[in-house]
Structures are given as C-alpha cells and as structure tokens.
C-alpha cells in the first residue's frame, strides 16, 4: 500500500501557478520530514523541496528557490507545494516523499507521482 497520494499536477502555462498536495495515510511510522521531488523525461529525479515536520524548517533547490513554497497541515498529514512563476522547464513529474527519521539523507515512502506540464 503507497501511503503517500500526491494530487494538484496538471497543464498550465508559463507564469501561471498550480498547487500540489499529499496526504499520508495508513501510516503505522513516525514522520521527520517530508519533500517533493520532480523527474523529468530522460532526466534523474531531483530534489525541490523539503520540510521538516516539527519545526518547520524548510529547503529548497536553488532552481524553485522563490518561487515554490512548501508546508503542511499537521492536523491533516498533508504537505503542499505552492508553485508559482513557472517554467517550461519545471515540467516534470512531481513526486512527494516521506522520511521516517533524521538518520541519512534517504527519504523512505514516495507516492506515485503527478504530472505538471508548463507551455510556452
């Protein structure tokens, strides 16, 4: 069972903006952080963002750096991704994570992904 459902991708064009989502659920671990990652075709997926659960402290790749927001609801077990300004190049699909402890840098839980599609 993918505990993590991401939701929110979808087409828009250059400038525009779209909001991901993911909710965890069925969970029977801890949560430390959670993050986004994109993957673009015949490209390596690559880091976006992050957060940590408690804090929340938060990072970023320099490639989103202001113009994406990450956070999350933690009565709801959900992280967002606020993407703002967007690109051609941003076009990907977004995966959402979950890293269970502080331990490595590994994250261990990923949803199925979504895709965001940016025209020119």
């Known amino acids: 069972q993918v505990p993590l459902a991401e939701s929110g991708g979808g087409l828009v064009q250059a400038g525009g903006s779209l909001r991901l989502s993911c909710v965890t659920s069925g969970r029977a671990f801890s949560t430390y952080a959670m993050g986004w990652f994109r993957q673009a075709p015949g490209r390596d997926r690559e880091f976006v963002a992050a957060i940590l659960w408690s804090t929340p402290e938060t990072s970023y790749s320099d490639s989103v750096k202001g113009r994406f927001t990450i956070s999350r609801d933690l009565a709801k077990n959900t992280v967002f991704l606020q993407m703002n300004s967007l690109k051609p190049e941003d076009t990907a699909v977004y995966f959402c994570?979950?890293?269970?402890?502080?331990?490595?840098?590994?994250?261990?839980?990923w949803g199925r992904g979504t895709q965001v599609t940016v025209s020119s």
């Open positions: 994570s979950l890293k269970s402890n502080p331990y490595g840098s590994s994250f261990d839980y």
